[in-house]
């Protein structure tokens, strides 16, 4: 029996060096994110002038800021917080990966060196965010009238594109469909790996929940507009290309709803099935799966709802559906036509909306 202890202990040993070494990157990149905020604001109200002799615009800033030394900075920082963490309290990372230290939980938040880094993070967050996008609220409130003639032309609709408009509507809602089906076996197949408390209790299991979390994250991120570009280069254009692009992307966001789902289930079914001597599978196929279909349905059901709001705009690009002749309309400036396709649109998701809730108010 002595080598599977020697075996538990190892497992055990390489488990924390994985959750500190995560703690660690978590650390490294808040702390490094922080520095190049400073930066910013710094370089921003230095009156640091451009080659053109202008004050520099946020995009130049952001040219000029120090993104290696930021990040050997922030690993630096984070190393130290966590090797003095006794005196200094738990860092961010470490918190989120191994939890508050006892001595530290019952504290508030404002007496904790974390709780008053991460509120200044986000104040930092916030005002780079401001100067970073350009906010002008003036502009915005004293110059409505350069878009009074949109606006006119949008209130008057064209009876021109009305009949265009619903073919192409009936194929938007069907694009959207499809995706949405096509991603449904895909998602609840990676949901499971992709569930925290199904995938804690081996080594292989956390390397599939890694691996699974950090591939779906990755598609998510990319947006519906970009994988459709990839598509229509791979499939021409079309609805086709729109169909793949949706179900990439509804493929990832479906995964993230439905594991989320599976992460608050009722544990106490499964042990009590895992008792009787039951195999893994049989403890997903009864202990787990009946939770979570009824809400499992009524994500997907809000999924195709924003699949048909994408497919506008992936019908911008070539991807099929009522956005494919939107978009010339908007760049000839016909606001009366470009308005009676946007009723089209709006009067469907609102329509979809009402059938969707009637629906999850039945499965719920």
């Not at 991460?118 to 996008?133: C, D, K, N």
């Not at 507009?225 to 793949?244: D, E, M």
Request: proline residues 4%; without cysteine; charged residues 15%.
């Amino acid at each position: 029996m002595g080598w599977k202890d020697d075996s538990s202990v190892r497992r055990a040993v390489l488990v924390k060096s994985l959750d500190r070494l995560q703690a660690t990157i978590l650390d490294a990149v808040l702390l490094g994110i922080t520095l190049l905020m400073l930066e910013f604001l710094f370089l921003a109200f230095s009156g640091r002038r451009g080659p053109t002799g202008l004050l520099l615009s946020a995009e130049q800033i952001l040219d000029l800021l120090h993104y290696s030394w930021a990040a050997v900075g922030g690993l630096i920082l984070a190393l130290l917080w966590n090797l003095f963490y006794r005196h200094l309290g738990a860092s961010p990372g470490r918190a989120w990966v191994r939890g508050v230290p006892d001595w530290e939980a019952p504290l508030a938040w404002n007496r904790t060196l974390r709780g008053w880094y991460l509120a200044v993070f986000i104040e930092l967050t916030v005002f780079s965010g401001w100067l970073i996008t350009e906010l002008d609220l003036f502009t915005f409130l004293t110059k409505f009238g350069k878009a009074a003639d949109i606006v006119r032309g949008l209130m008057h609709p064209s009876g021109a594109v009305l009949h265009e408009g619903l073919v192409l509507l009936v194929q938007t809602i069907f694009l959207a469909f499809m995706a949405t089906a096509f991603a449904i076996p895909v998602a609840f197949v990676l949901a499971f790996p992709s569930a925290r408390n199904l995938t804690r209790h081996t080594l292989t299991a956390r390397i599939s929940y890694t691996v699974a979390r950090t591939l779906m994250n990755f598609v998510r991120a990319v947006e519906p507009l970009v994988w459709a570009l990839i598509f229509i280069s791979w499939v021409g254009i079309g609805p086709f290309a729109g169909v793949l692009a949706l179900w990439v992307h509804s493929v990832a966001a479906l995964t993230k709803l439905y594991s989320e789902q599976i992460e608050s289930i009722d544990t106490g079914p499964m042990e009590a099935i895992a008792a009787t001597g039951a195999s893994g599978l049989q403890v997903l196929r009864y202990g787990v799966v009946p939770q979570v279909i009824p809400p499992f349905l009524s994500f997907t059901i809000y999924r195709w709802d924003i699949n048909v709001r994408m497919s506008t705009i992936i019908g911008f690009v070539g991807g099929g559906g009522i956005g494919y002749i939107l978009k010339p309309r908007v760049d000839l400036g016909e606001w009366g036509e470009v308005g009676t396709l946007v009723l089209l649109i709006a009067g469907t998701v609102w329509l979809m909306d009402v059938i969707s809730a009637k629906i999850r108010e039945r499965i719920v």
